[in-house]
């Protein structure tokens, strides 16, 4: 709107209006009491402009504080940007460089847009899960399928009893109302998730049958059943896994022996490459890690803990030639 004329009103007093530049057809008051809210959604509907839009790609469109800020909260969300960032000085700095229409704003603010654009999608999934025909799958496990949504992510607090989790997830459903669309709950295998399944599967059972009688709603999770497997394979090798662990902790506990030990890599004339990893004593697939770099680290841990009287490494010859590595 940039076309402005000024018209003679009923009460004699003169009216400033604006008419759109691209259909020459659209006229509005041009006064700041009314806003530009009709002016924007003409301009959506406004065939000429979104002709011109289509010819001239690289349009930047005027500035909207509003927009900026969604945009931005959006920004912070994808990439867990803290909500700090929006008053870092040398990005405000940048900002204004880029657009002097910028107005800065605070952490609560963003925060507000956070929870506008959480509480907009949480809003379209609910409209699409209402729209399902087909029956829905839960887990509480970080698993990824061809097509999933996280519903929830919330702090728990303890206790963590069978009867809690089950008021807690039946809460959940009923939000969401998907009670008469559910087929399974995966879950690990703890005995306190085999109560909260027996008291959901109850419920469900009286706001439509579950499918095949609900046999197969009970899902364990096949990652965690493989888990126990591998620990309880590996207690067979549990002495020289702490040994391992307590001196991959040694080394890493300082820069003085970090150093010391890149040396020893070079002086042992080894092929390692890297660095020593410490393991999460839950996760074996991290403990195979830490013991494959361990293992190729040999010649030089083996340095180290000559040099160094104050360490023992404590693996033996025979215990670096275990099969298990």
């Known amino acids: 709107m940039e076309d402005f004329s000024t018209v003679k009103g009923k009460d004699g007093k003169l009216v400033r209006y604006a008419t759109c530049i691209h259909c020459h057809v659209a006229k509005y008051k ?3 009491k009314y806003g530009s809210s009709n002016a924007k959604k003409h301009l959506d509907l406004c065939d000429a402009y979104q002709a011109y839009l289509a010819a001239n790609p690289f349009h930047t469109p005027e500035f909207d504080q509003k927009v900026f800020c969604r945009m931005f909260a959006d920004a912070i969300m994808y990439h867990s940007y803290p909500l700090s960032i929006v008053e870092h000085v040398k990005l405000r700095e940048m900002l204004t460089y880029l657009n002097s229409k910028v107005r800065h704003i605070t952490r609560n603010t963003i925060l507000k847009y956070c929870f506008l654009e959480h509480k907009r999608l949480k809003s379209m999934l609910h409209e699409i899960l209402v729209d399902v025909n087909s029956r829905i799958c839960f887990t509480f496990v970080g698993m ?3 097509l999933s949504h996280i519903l929830n992510f919330r702090y728990f607090p303890p206790p963590h009893r069978g009867i809690d989790i089950y008021l807690f997830v039946v809460g959940l459903i009923k939000e969401w109302n998907l009670e008469g669309k559910t087929f399974s709950m995966t879950c690990d295998n703890a005995g306190s998730m085999d109560v909260m399944v027996a008291r959901l599967k109850s419920d469900l059972q ?12 009970h899902v364990r999770c096949c990652a965690h059943i493989l888990n126990l497997i591998v620990q309880s394979g590996m207690k067979v090798i549990d002495a020289s896994v702490l040994k391992v662990r307590e001196t991959v902790n040694y080394i890493a506990d300082s820069d003085n022996r970090l150093v010391l030990f890149e040396k020893y890599v070079v ?4 092929n390692f490459v890297g660095k020593l990893l410490i393991d999460c004593a839950t996760r074996w697939n991290s403990t195979y890690q830490m013991l494959k770099r361990a293992l190729e680290a040999k010649d030089a841990l083996n340095l180290f803990a000559i040099v160094d009287t104050s360490f023992d490494f404590g693996l033996s010859a025979d215990e670096f030639r275990l099969p298990y590595y």
Do not use: E, N, V
């Open 30 to 32: 041009a006064d700041p």
């Open 144 to 146: 990824r399928a061809l």
């Open 267 to 270: 002086d042992s004339k080894s």
């Open 206 to 217: 009286t706001f439509g049958t579950l499918p095949l009688g609900g046999r197969f709603f």
